[in-house]
């Protein structure tokens, strides 16, 4: 996750330079992004890159049946997924709230599942 927080950076400082006042902060900073947070899009970015490498890199670290792995990866990141956003809804210590940003949050999720698992689909 390193590499694309610097990318990411590297992106939000070239971006920064002031050339439109469509998206400028209170102290007359740009927002790159389209006006989009940083966190908020490295959040994405992170989202859907996690599962991406960890089905990829497990499907090609299996010697036979690539593909097969690559479902069952993304079936156990699915279940750790919902498995952790029903504890954290239903935890009083965490108080999780469903808003429009967790929503994307795991459409991106998912996202990341179907494009690892059809990637490594056309890998066989």
Same mark, same amino acid.
């Given at each position: 996750?390193?590499?694309?927080?610097?990318?990411?950076?590297?992106?939000?400082?070239?971006?920064?330079?002031?050339t439109?006042?469509?998206?400028?902060?209170?102290? =007359?900073?740009?927002?790159?992004?389209?006006?989009i947070?940083?966190?908020t899009?490295?959040? /994405?970015v %992170?989202?859907?890159? #996690?599962?991406? #490498?960890?089905?990829?890199? =497990?499907?090609?670290?299996?010697?036979?049946?690539?593909y097969?792995? /690559? #479902?069952?990866? =993304?079936?156990?990141?699915l279940?750790?997924?919902?498995?952790?956003?029903?504890?954290?809804?239903?935890?009083?210590?965490?108080?999780?709230q469903?808003?429009?940003?967790?929503?994307? %949050?795991?459409?991106?999720?998912? /996202?990341?599942?179907?494009?690892?698992?059809?990637?490594?689909?056309?890998?066989?």
């Amino acid at each position: 996750m390193f590499p694309a927080h610097w990318l990411l950076m590297l992106l939000y400082y070239l971006k920064s330079i002031p050339t439109d006042s469509a998206f400028m902060t209170k102290d =007359g900073r740009p927002v790159p992004f389209f006006g989009i947070p940083f966190d908020t899009m490295e959040r /994405a970015v %992170m989202a859907v890159l #996690v599962p991406v #490498v960890f089905i990829l890199v =497990g499907s090609w670290i299996a010697p036979a049946q690539k593909y097969a792995t /690559a #479902v069952v990866l =993304g079936v156990l990141w699915l279940l750790g997924l919902s498995i952790a956003v029903t504890w954290a809804v239903s935890s009083e210590r965490v108080g999780l709230q469903l808003t429009l940003c967790t929503y994307v %949050m795991l459409a991106l999720n998912i /996202a990341g599942v179907v494009y690892a698992i059809s990637t490594a689909r056309r890998a066989e």
